[in-house]
């Protein structure tokens, strides 16, 4: 069983940055693919994100390449979503999400992930 919580949302200025985090339980963190995920008021939840359990492989939806980066210290059971450049239309509540351990790779599909934290609140004004 893992345990996420997320934090470090808030509110910020288009062109601004944040970075949020993920701190997981359990002692099988380094063997969880992880993601981000956001879903904006009305909009599906959608794929922002993912890092593969050793950190060496960052997966990006189109929109925000370049400008999001995902990185895990495993030794903190603990994943990061450093965002720049923010735009108005990334205002979203923002999840991390786990896959079942032993799967390396993350997705970009929520129905592939068994684990979610709460959410954190991002706006961005314009």
């Known amino acids: 069983q893992v345990q996420l919580v997320e934090s470090g949302g808030g509110l910020v200025q288009a062109g601004g940055s944040l970075r949020l985090s993920c701190a997981a339980s359990g002692r099988t963190f380094s063997r969880h693919a992880m993601g981000w995920f956001r879903q904006a008021p009305g909009k599906e939840r959608e794929f922002v994100g993912g890092?593969?359990?050793?950190?060496?492989?960052?997966y990006y939806t189109d929109s925000v390449k370049g400008r999001f980066t995902i990185s895990r210290d495993n030794a903190k059971n603990t994943v990061y979503l450093q965002m720049t450049s923010l735009k108005p239309e990334d205002t979203a509540v923002y999840y991390c999400a786990a896959r079942k351990s032993g799967l390396y790779h993350p997705s970009s599909s929520s129905n592939d992930y068994d684990y979610w934290g709460q959410g954190t609140q991002v706006t961005v004004s314009s």
């Open positions: 890092i593969s359990w050793s950190g060496g492989n960052t």
